[in-house]
């Protein structure tokens, strides 16, 4: 395995986060980036999605960055070797322009969010926090290319999107904006005033009724149908 490694660290430590990239330059201002918030810290680096998938177990990562594309094992073939083994870690793909039916597979696999390299850093800082509370995050220029793109994903209709949220009862549609804004389900609890318990039942109800397979999926038909 390449790349630097730490040992576990104790309860109550920082976000564990593993960082899977092929570019030695792009891993290496990742961690710097990373390294600056006290409250993460970088478990393990590596270069390929065979070494992620090795990493994973492990590190047990808490939130897991991987490169779209990587040889010989892409990013997309360790995360969905991650989702297979029953993995926990929060998985945030890493995107350049250009690689739109990339994410729309990443999606179908059960990303939990998406950055570009070229990004703004605090991005993905954020994106690293929203995932790991379980929230969503889409970069929002991943955002705009997708729904330019209808969506790539069976969603791909604008009208199909909205009937879909009008199925819907009031308070769902507030939950499943919430969500297209990234929103794990306890900071939706506390901005709705709900328990967390409830919320879970809401985003049930709200995947059941959208036919949304993750959260992701979910937060695209919260961008499509409230899209102007």
Same mark, same amino acid.
């Given at each position: 395995?390449?790349?630097?490694?730490?040992?576990?660290? +104790?309860?109550?430590?920082?976000?564990?986060?593993?960082?899977?990239?092929?570019? +030695?330059? $792009?891993?290496?201002?990742?961690?710097?980036?990373?390294?600056?918030?006290?409250?993460?810290? !970088?478990? =393990?680096? $590596?270069?390929?999605?065979? %070494?992620?998938?090795?990493?994973?177990?492990?590190?047990?990562?808490?939130? /897991?960055?991987?490169? !779209?594309?990587?040889? +010989?094992?892409?990013?997309? &073939?360790?995360? #969905?070797?991650?989702?297979?083994?029953?993995? &926990?870690?929060?998985?945030?793909? /890493?995107?350049?322009?250009?690689?739109?039916?990339?994410?729309?597979? =990443?999606?179908?696999?059960?990303?939990?969010? @998406?950055?570009?390299?070229?990004?703004? +850093?605090?991005?993905?800082?954020?994106?690293?926090?929203? /995932?790991?509370?379980?929230?969503?995050? @889409?970069?929002?220029?991943?955002?705009?290319?997708?729904?330019?793109?209808?969506?790539?994903?069976? @969603? $791909?209709? &604008?009208?199909? =999107?909205?009937?879909? @949220?009008?199925?819907?009862?009031?308070?769902?549609?507030?939950?499943?904006?919430?969500?297209?804004?990234?929103?794990?389900?306890? %900071?939706?609890?506390?901005?709705?005033?709900?328990? %967390?318990?409830? !919320?879970? !039942?809401? $985003?049930?109800?709200?995947?059941?009724?959208?036919?949304?397979?993750?959260?992701?999926? *979910? *937060?695209?038909?919260? *961008?499509? #149908?409230?899209?102007?």
């Amino acid at each position: 395995m390449s790349g630097a490694a730490v040992d576990d660290g +104790p309860p109550g430590a920082p976000l564990r986060v593993l960082l899977a990239d092929d570019e +030695p330059l $792009v891993r290496a201002g990742l961690a710097g980036i990373l390294e600056t918030d006290p409250s993460v810290r !970088v478990v =393990a680096q $590596v270069s390929s999605g065979e %070494e992620a998938m090795a990493a994973v177990r492990a590190h047990r990562p808490d939130v /897991v960055l991987l490169d !779209v594309r990587m040889e +010989p094992v892409s990013g997309l &073939e360790a995360l #969905a070797a991650v989702r297979r083994d029953g993995g &926990e870690p929060a998985c945030l793909m /890493v995107t350049t322009f250009g690689e739109d039916e990339y994410v729309a597979e =990443a999606i179908r696999l059960g990303a939990d969010g @998406f950055v570009l390299k070229s990004g703004d +850093p605090r991005e993905l800082l954020l994106a690293v926090h929203a /995932v790991a509370a379980g929230g969503a995050y @889409f970069s929002p220029s991943v955002s705009r290319r997708l729904l330019q793109a209808g969506l790539g994903t069976r @969603f $791909v209709a &604008e009208q199909d =999107a909205r009937r879909r @949220f009008e199925r819907l009862t009031p308070r769902e549609r507030e939950v499943l904006v919430l969500i297209g804004e990234g929103l794990s389900n306890a %900071e939706i609890a506390g901005r709705l005033h709900l328990a %967390e318990g409830t !919320v879970k !039942v809401h $985003v049930s109800s709200i995947l059941r009724s959208t036919g949304a397979r993750n959260r992701v999926e *979910a *937060a695209l038909v919260a *961008a499509h #149908a409230t899209a102007r």
